[in-house]
């Protein structure tokens, strides 16, 4: 932390205690709307300090700051110095306008940290801020349209500062559900504004009753400290940077805070009839409503996330990560499913396993990124070459690469084999060995024929194609031998032999 962050965090709780020392009364009022004044003043030192990126959004904050301090300085003056009733008056134009400017720049944070994505914390946003607007509506909002007492401007007006909290609100949740680091200063400005928003919403509760307690300046000094440290620190820079992703994780707190705003409208019932409090049916039923669709529309896109994400963990089991290539296990099934498809349509079937030469010295030569490009681009000049032959390659392990070939017979297969010699990239070459499915050996004595076929064309010298034989005799399957208790056909031609007499 910097000098003037230590500074301000050790004299500001000290000058807000003094300001609560004073007895009420014209010294008080402007040591409040020097503290307030002098805090939007090291927002702008904050921001010529550190320079931000989005320098917009601190200015906004600075111009908030300084317009509700404006609106103490006006009505302390309208009711210390002038003897006339403060509300409403002009000083409600300025407190008024601070709502949108803080607004504004909790916005611009928003925006720039997220590039104007995240759906998700979005819908959450509105989850909550609907919860949180039930309540103001109902306990600040309709009993302050409904106050016979006063004009209807004036209702009007006292109506317009919960509306403005709720908006805060808002931008607030939506920041602390966008994407991005959080510094110190993001602490800092959401716990300023956070308790600008409770002091605020105390004063308005108290205000129904024609209550003022002295003690919420303390929360409206210790919002604008907080804020002002906020721009004081070297963090406020990554406020207004651009996040690689959308969003936070759904974690177990953002899962609280969604179910808890859920329940705010039947909650807010249930608080009515404990209360004894006329009931707000239509307020409840609606706002129940749109929270029900809101949640729906948020567990859909959960539901669709996790399917994405398990069909994306699906693909890399199946396939290689260096080269795109189907792994060994897909090989295998690839195999499998090839064999059954010759088997029921009656259609020859070759396997080819080719091994690039000299891999090895290779990799000791060139580094083993060299290496890895010669995987991959060997993978893709080969699928090139393998394209309408309806073949299948796979990464069999290390520098071994599979190919089944259906509808190929010996001849065929060696020699679209050949032709990918060619193809083989960075001058490199590689040795392959081929054998044809005799319909009746499995298909791991198939790789194994295949595998001599391979390592004869190393003993050959390398950089050629080699078929293999035959199954010898010798591993062909024995037919059963008959049973003792079945006749042999020629046995079953003959009568049976007549007993002796």
């Known amino acids: 932390m910097k000098l003037p962050v230590r500074i301000h965090c050790v004299l500001a709780p000290l000058v807000i205690v003094l300001c609560l020392l004073l007895p009420e009364g014209l010294p008080r009022a402007v040591l409040n709307t ?29 111009a908030g700051v300084g317009a509700w301090t404006l609106g103490d300085a006006l009505y302390s003056y309208l009711e210390l110095v002038l003897g006339i009733s403060p509300f409403p008056s002009v000083a409600d134009v300025s407190y008024l306008a601070a709502y949108p400017l803080l607004t504004a720049a909790l916005w611009s944070f928003v925006r720039s940290r997220t590039g104007g994505r995240d759906r998700e914390g979005v819908i959450d946003t509105a989850i909550i801020s609907i919860g949180f607007a039930l309540l103001s509506w109902i306990f600040l909002m309709q009993p302050t349209l409904a106050d016979g007492s006063a004009t209807v401007p004036t209702r009007v007006l006292a109506a317009l500062y919960p509306v403005g909290d ?58 604008y400290a907080c804020i002002a440290a906020a721009a004081l620190h070297p ?13 936070v994780a759904f974690g177990r707190g953002r899962l609280l805070a ?3 705003a859920s329940l705010l409208s039947p909650g807010t019932m249930v608080l009515q009839l404990c209360l004894g409090l006329s009931l707000e049916p239509w307020a409840v039923a609606l706002s129940s409503v749109v929270l029900f669709v809101l949640v729906v529309v948020r567990m859909s ?16 089991a199946r396939t290689d990560a260096l080269t795109g290539l189907p792994n060994r296990r897909s090989g295998d099934a690839e195999l499998h499913r090839l064999q059954q498809e010759a088997v029921a349509e009656g259609r020859p079937l070759a396997v080819a396993v080719l091994d690039l030469d000299r891999f090895k010295s290779f990799n000791d030569t060139f580094g083993h990124p060299a290496g890895d490009r010669l995987l ?14 309806g073949a299948v390659l796979a990464r069999w392990g290390g520098e071994e690469f599979l190919v089944v070939l259906p509808d190929r017979d010996l001849a065929g297969a060696a020699a679209v084999v050949d032709a990918l010699r060619a193809r083989t990239p960075l001058g490199q070459t590689f040795s392959a060995g081929v054998a044809q499915w005799d319909r009746t050996e499995t298909l791991a004595a198939l790789v194994a024929r295949t595998d001599e076929a391979l390592y004869e ?6 950089d050629r194609v080699v078929t293999a034989g035959a199954v010898p005799a010798a591993q062909q399957p024995v037919p059963p031998r008959p049973s003792q208790q079945q006749p042999s056909p020629r046995a079953a031609a003959e009568p049976p032999a007549q007993p002796v007499a």
């Open 34 to 62: 020097l503290i307030g004044f002098a805090c939007a003043g090291l927002v702008v030192l904050g921001v010529h300090r550190n320079r931000p990126r989005g320098a917009a959004a601190w200015w906004l904050i600075a």
């Open 166 to 223: 709720v908006l805060l609100l808002a931008l607030l949740v939506r920041l602390f559900t966008s994407s991005g680091a959080r510094s110190a200063s993001f602490r800092l400005l959401g716990a300023g504004v956070v308790l600008m928003l409770v002091a605020d919403s105390v004063y308005q509760v108290q205000s129904l009753d024609g209550v003022y307690s002295p003690v919420l300046d303390a929360g409206w000094l210790a919002s």
């Open 235 to 247: 963090s406020m820079r990554r406020l207004t940077e651009l996040e690689p992703s959308a969003g």
């Open 258 to 260: 969604l179910m808890f």
């Open 301 to 316: 896109g959960l539901l669709a996330r996790v399917q994405e994400q398990s069909a994306q963990l699906a693909a890399l």
């Open 376 to 389: 991959s681009q060997a993978a893709l000049a080969w699928t090139a070459g393998l394209d309408g032959t």
């Open 457 to 462: 064309a190393k003993h050959a010298g390398r």
